[in-house]
């Protein structure tokens, strides 16, 4: 099994930043994409960055040129640097770790972004 822990969210001002970390633990051996989705109230969940073992990455339109992920496999931890941000950035940010055919998910942690 594998545990995700995240930390880092909060709120901020519109144009301001926030960096997310999501920590693993358990057995984290064979973990290759890491990733972060969000979802608003109301709405669905999406993915908003992910990044394979190899380091290359995806992003979700709306946050390109504005959020950044990166991971250390070392410390089996991603985190998403999160900068510009908007008011329609509020939601609760989800890390996914990937092995195989299995999804680890994290607990959510909140990112409000008042006007």
């Known amino acids: 099994q594998v545990q995700l822990v995240e930390s880092g969210g909060g709120l901020v001002q519109a144009g301001g930043s926030l960096r997310l970390s999501c920590a693993a633990s358990g057995s984290t051996s064979g973990i290759n994409t890491m990733a972060w989705y969000r979802q608003a109230p109301g709405k669905t969940r999406y993915l908003v960055a992910s990044?394979?073992?190899?380091?290359?990455?995806n992003y979700a339109d709306s946050v390109k040129a504005r959020f950044t992920i990166s991971r250390d496999n070392v410390k089996n931890t991603v985190y998403l640097q999160m900068n510009m941000l908007k008011p329609e950035d509020t939601a609760v940010y989800y890390c996914?770790?990937?092995?195989?055919?299995?999804?680890?998910w994290g607990q959510g942690t909140q990112v409000t972004v008042s006007s």
């Open positions: 996914k770790f990937t092995r195989g055919s299995t999804d680890y």
């Open positions: 990044i394979t073992r190899t380091g290359i990455k």
